[in-house]
């Protein structure tokens, strides 16, 4: 199974008076731009997931709808897990969740930090704070789960909007 971790674009910054619940903050019009630009391209190298789990937070569910419109991926579904950035969840009961799940090729679960970079080391290594990643904004991470293994995953692709930018002004 195909496990893929999306961080949310670009957004604003904190700001407490222009967003008291920070829960409701966007994504930037350049975040939307360039996340939008990344999610065509991803279209064309990365066969879209069977479900989208999403935080209901803007930012991230802004970044799971542009998914689905410009990556075409399905539409996504709330996933309370992924909602706070500063809590932990139970990893091990997430990464079994999606270790076992049997109706789907792929999932993709699209979110915030700190929580995606300590899944992704949990996936790697077994702990969450196992290995130092960095999940950046609008990055895309894929791994493969083998549904006999107790514990890990194979990262087999790692992107984020900046690599094609890079990559056009070197061709």
């Given at each position: ?72 991926w399905p539409s996504p579904e709330r996933e309370a897990l992924l909602e706070d950035a500063e809590e932990t969840p139970a990893f091990s009961g997430l990464f079994e969740r999606f270790r076992t799940e049997r109706s789907a090729d792929a999932i993709a679960l699209v979110g915030h930090e700190p929580f ?56």
């Amino acid at each position: 199974m195909r496990l893929l971790i999306v961080r949310h674009a670009k957004a604003f910054e904190r700001d407490p008076v222009r967003w008291p619940d920070d829960s409701r903050r966007p994504l930037t019009e350049d975040g939307v731009e360039a996340f939008g630009r990344m999610a065509r391209r991803l279209r064309r190298f990365v066969e879209a997931p069977a479900r989208v789990l999403a935080s209901s937070w803007d930012r991230a569910w802004q970044t799971a709808e542009l998914l689905e419109s410009e990556a075409r991926w399905p539409s996504p579904e709330r996933e309370a897990l992924l909602e706070d950035a500063e809590e932990t969840p139970a990893f091990s009961g997430l990464f079994e969740r999606f270790r076992t799940e049997r109706s789907a090729d792929a999932i993709a679960l699209v979110g915030h930090e700190p929580f995606l970079s300590r899944f992704a080391s949990m996936l790697l290594c077994g702990r969450g704070d196992g290995a130092a990643i960095e999940v950046r904004k609008g990055a895309v991470l894929e791994f493969e789960l083998d549904p006999e293994a107790p514990v890990g995953a194979t990262l087999s692709m790692l992107v984020h909007p900046g690599a094609f930018r890079r990559r056009r002004n070197k061709v």
